[in-house]
């Protein structure tokens, strides 16, 4: 499940005040952006 597809989706119908959910992942950090280069 995306962000975009379910969890975005899910979180507004449960909070109505949450208009957007942004993804702040900089993709160009390298091969595996999600994980600090020590734990990857």
Known sequence: MTLK???ERL???EIPEI???LDTT???AGAN???TAGKA
């Open 5 to 7: 597809a379910g969890i």
């Open 26 to 28: 900089d993709h160009a």
């Open 33 to 35: 952006p999600y994980y």
């Open 19 to 21: 208009v957007e959910i």
């Open 11 to 13: 979180i507004k119908e």
